[in-house]
C-alpha cells in the first residue's frame, strides 16, 4: 500500500477503501489531490515519501522557510545564501529525519537551533559552508550523522569537544580540515588526523593561558620591584641633600668661639 492510500485512508475507513477497483482507484485519485493540496512554502516543491519531502534546492533562499509541513520527514534546502540558523528553527517538524543545509553561506548556529528535532534526526549536511565554529549545545541529544567538511574551521578546545561528541559521516571525515588553528602548524591537516597524532587543543589552550598567567605575574612583580627601587633611591637623594644642609650649618662649638671673640673685642 503506497504513501497517498495511507494518507487517505486516515480520512477515511478502510474498508471503503479497498472495497471494490473502482473506488480504490477513486481514493488513490482523491489521495493524489491531497497530497498536491497540501500546504508547500513557496519557491519549494513538496512530495510524498512516507511523510514530505520538502526541496527548496537553489532558490536563492537566505533564511528557514517558514509554514513548513509539519508532517515534513525530509527537508532539502542546498544551494541557497543561508548564513545562520536561529533557535528553533525546525521545532515544529516534530517527524523530519533528514536535514540538508549543504553548500549554503552558513556562519552561525545558534545554540537552540535544533531543538524539537534533534532526538528524531537520522542526517543532517553542514557541509561547504561558512563555519569556524559552532556551540557544543547546538548538538546536544543529536544521534544524526553529520556532514560538516568543507568548511573554514578554527581548531581549538572548543571545536575539539564538539567533534568528540558527534557522529561524523566517515566518508567525509577526513574533509573536515582546520583552516586555521592556535598553532599554525596544523592549519590545512585534517582535524581527526591532527587529533590521531595524540596533539590534544583544550591541553594547549590550558599551557597558553598558564603561559598568559605567569607573564601577567612577572610584570606585576618587575613593577613593585621598580616601584621600591624609586622609592629607596628617591628616599637616599632627600637624605643626602638633608645631610648636606646640615653640615652647612655652623657648629655650637664654632659658635662660641665667635662669641667668645666678640665679647673680648667689646
Not at 569556524?132 to 581548531?155: D, G, M, Q, Y
Not at 627601587?229 to 650649618?249: C, F, G, P, T
Request: hydrophobic share 40%; glycine share 2%.
Amino acid at each position: 500500500m503506497g504513501p497517498p492510500q495511507r494518507r487517505w485512508q486516515a480520512l477515511f475507513p478502510s474498508t471503503f477503501c479497498v472495497s471494490t477497483s473502482p473506488v480504490r482507484t477513486l481514493c488513490l485519485m482523491a489521495a493524489l489531490m491531497v497530497v498536491m493540496a497540501m500546504p508547500c512554502p513557496k519557491s519549494c516543491h513538496c512530495s510524498e515519501r512516507n511523510g514530505v519531502v520538502v526541496q527548496c534546492i537553489s532558490q536563492s533562499l537566505d533564511q528557514i522557510p517558514p509554514d513548513l509541513p509539519e508532517d515534513t520527514v525530509a527537508l532539502l534546502l542546498s544551494s541557497n545564501r543561508i548564513s545562520h540558523i536561529p533557535n528553533q528553527a525546525f521545532k515544529d517538524l516534530r517527524r523530519l529525519k533528514e536535514l540538508d543545509l549543504s553548500h549554503n553561506h552558513i556562519e552561525s548556529i545558534d545554540a537552540g537551533a535544533f531543538l524539537g528535532v534533534s532526538e528524531g534526526l537520522r542526517s543532517l549536511d553542514l557541509s561547504n559552508n561558512q563555519l569556524r565554529s559552532v556551540p557544543k549545545e547546538a548538538f546536544t541529544k543529536l544521534s544524526a550523522r553529520i556532514r560538516l567538511s568543507n568548511n573554514p574551521w578554527h581548531c581549538e578546545c572548543s571545536l575539539q569537544e564538539v567533534l568528540r561528541e558527534l557522529r561524523l559521516d566517515p566518508e567525509t571525515v577526513n574533509e573536515v580540515s582546520c583552516h586555521t588553528s592556535v598553532q599554525d602548524e596544523y592549519a590545512g591537516r585534517p582535524v581527526i588526523q591532527v587529533l590521531d597524532s595524540g596533539f590534544n587543543f583544550c591541553n594547549f589552550h590550558h599551557k597558553t593561558t598558564d603561559v598568559a598567567m605567569f607573564v601577567t605575574m612577572f610584570c606585576w612583580f618587575a613593577m613593585v620591584i621598580a616601584y621600591v627601587i624609586y622609592y629607596v633611591r628617591h628616599n637616599q637623594e632627600d637624605a643626602r641633600r638633608h645631610m648636606e644642609y646640615l653640615k652647612s650649618l655652623p657648629s655650637s662649638s664654632q659658635i662660641s668661639k665667635d662669641f667668645d671673640t666678640a665679647s673680648t673685642v667689646l
